[in-house]
């Protein structure tokens, strides 16, 4: 459905207009718009609105240059909501996100300055490079969706996506997250370099942009909208053999002796209850922005390896040998038989 002259995607919210093709058709402009500004990186792209959609936070990994913080802005500025970058260092304070009260002399009392962790969309810029206790405020706040200073407690708006970025060159002075932590990330995913076509259109892009502004939105998308897409997901048709076998993938990597003795020799840990929870959601999302009323398979093979990827732990044994949680994953999938 067309949305109405004149007539903002909240107020077709209001008034009851959101059918499902045009919340949809609202998302497929969203994606064509960040597709414009990102070339190359269509996975990312593709991740940032499940991530939306599945109402999780993201982590993403890659050498710099390769447009992480232009897509989480191109996010931004398609939707109705505010961004803000955090540039991420060793002297950073958890005050200096969560936000620290301010004397006020002429009653003699405190007000709390929000920070920046307030806004809706936050870009965690190398978010490897800050001490734990500024991790931790971060990952708090995307775990509660609440921040409490003293005996106040804070809410941080109801749409809320933290984008956090790290770098795999550098590791010197950083403090890599600990497993547990990186567990609140809804997925790990990892960005590589484009290849020569992509790096042309890249090359041409940015001396297009350079010549002239970029090209804007046509418009930004309602939080209303974001959060009827949300439900719809939720009413997306799952059959039991394919939940059952979401169920088993993740299951596996708790005992994986069953599929391959060798398999249970490269874990210490498996995934946790929140990978299930988070793989029901991408797994949603995807085929609601594929088109589908329902959950096939391949979308859970498609997005298993950035929601599990950071919630297994290898084994010692499985490092010295110079194996990953990538070769794992796929090996599961290779293994656990699909209905």
């Not at 596996?252 to 995934?271: C, N, S, V």
């Amino acid at each position: 459905m067309k949305e109405p002259e004149g007539q903002s995607s909240a107020a077709a919210i209001a008034d009851g207009l959101a059918q499902p093709a045009f919340v949809r058709s609202e998302f497929e402009a969203l994606r064509q718009h960040i597709g414009q500004q990102i070339l190359g990186q269509a996975e990312l792209v593709e991740r940032l609105l499940i991530a939306l959609l599945a109402d999780g936070h993201l982590l993403v990994e890659g050498a710099p240059g390769l447009a992480k913080t232009r897509a989480v802005k191109a996010l931004a500025s398609g939707l109705e909501g505010d961004f803000h970058r955090i540039q991420f260092t060793p002297d950073l304070l958890p005050a200096d996100l969560t936000g620290t009260e301010i004397y006020r002399p002429q009653d003699g009392s405190f007000r709390f300055d929000k920070g920046p962790v307030f806004h809706n969309f936050v870009l965690a810029d190398e978010v490897n490079r800050a001490p734990a206790k500024v991790q931790s405020a971060l990952l708090e706040a995307m775990g509660e969706r609440q921040v409490t200073v003293g005996r106040q407690t804070f809410h941080l708006p109801e749409l809320f996506l933290v984008m956090a970025t790290q770098n795999p060159i550098e590791q010197e002075g950083t403090y890599p997250l600990p497993e547990a932590q990186l567990d609140r990330f809804l997925m790990h995913v990892r960005v590589d370099y484009p290849d020569l076509s992509t790096e042309k259109a890249i090359l041409l892009l940015h001396r297009q942009e350079a010549r002239a502004q970029p090209p804007e939105a046509p418009h930004r998308v309602s939080q209303n909208v974001v959060f009827e897409a949300r439900r719809a997901i939720l009413e997306l048709f799952m059959s039991p053999d394919v939940e059952d076998y979401l169920l088993h993938l993740v299951l596996a990597t708790r005992d994986p002796a069953p599929y391959g003795r060798h398999l249970g020799e490269w874990l210490r840990y498996g995934a946790s209850p929140r990978a299930t929870l988070a793989l029901d959601r991408c797994a949603r999302a995807r085929a609601w922005l594929g088109g589908r009323d329902y959950v096939s398979p391949e979308d859970i093979q498609a997005v298993a390896p950035d929601v599990l990827r950071h919630r297994l732990i290898l084994s010692y044994q499985a490092e010295a040998e110079g194996s990953t949680a990538q070769g794992f994953i796929e090996a599961l999938l290779a293994l656990v038989p699909v209905p």
